[in-house]
Nanobody, 124 residues
Framework: QVQLVESGGGLVQAGGSLTLACAPS????????MGWFRQAPGKEREFVSA????????TYADSAKGRFTISRDNAKNTVYLQMNSLKPEDTAVYYC?????????????????WGQGTQVTVSS
């Protein structure tokens, strides 16, 4: 059973930046596709960004394009989400997820493992 641990959330002012990190508590995940999702209060969980196993392909939700960057360091067994120009509407719990897939994955039901989430709060 793979457990994912997110870190890096917190409180930031609008226009600021945060970098989230996600690492498995067990085994390597170099052959997994990875993704970030978020869920704001009263809303459904939504896709933010995804990266394939090698890091050679990435994809973003329209709300994240141009502001967020997903990356992975397979040597460090960690995936990152760099978030810049944060807005109050980015406030949510951010979840890391891993899919047993060599291709990029966006649909949440295709992910096999999920982290517990990290809170990101952007103040206006």
């Amino acid at each position: 059973q793979v457990q994912l641990v997110e870190s890096g959330g917190g409180l930031v002012q609008a226009g600021g930046s945060l970098t989230l990190a996600c690492a498995p508590s067990q085994r390597t995940f170099n052959d997994y596709a990875m993704g970030w999702f978020r869920q704001a209060p009263g809303k459904e969980r939504e896709f933010v960004s995804a990266i394939n196993w090698s890091g050679g392909r990435t994809t973003y939700a329209d709300s994240a394009k141009g502001r967020f960057t997903i990356s992975r360091d397979n040597a460090k067994n960690t995936v990152y989400l760099q978030m810049n120009s944060l807005k109050p509407e980015d406030t949510a719990v951010y979840y890391c997820a891993a899919a047993i897939s060599l291709r990029i994955v966006e649909a949440p039901h295709e992910y096999n493992y999920w982290g517990q989430g990290t809170q990101v709060t952007v103040s206006s």
